[in-house]
């Protein structure tokens, strides 16, 4: 079983760009207590969908952005 790929490269850029700005502020101590956290949370998230190139939350919803076409379930 292969996952399939739901996330497109300019996507893939945009969370890879928007993790490296979290792990900024957080490193610099701009983010601090509960929001660095949070902060932390949202950066792995968006690093192992980037990574990855599939998004659970796309799936749901139905979204595909990577411009290739999602297989069928059975």
Do not use: F, H, K, Q
């Not at 101590?29 to 980037?50: H, K, P, R």
């Amino acid at each position: 079983m292969s996952i399939p790929i739901n996330v497109g490269d300019a996507d893939r850029m945009v969370r890879g760009m928007a993790a490296l700005l979290l792990m900024t502020l957080n490193l610099l101590g701009i983010v601090t207590g509960w929001l660095s956290v949070a902060a932390w949370v949202v950066t792995a998230v968006l690093l192992l969908t980037a990574m990855a190139g599939y998004c659970p939350l796309y799936s749901l919803l139905g979204i595909n952005t990577s411009g290739a076409r999602p297989t069928p379930r059975a």
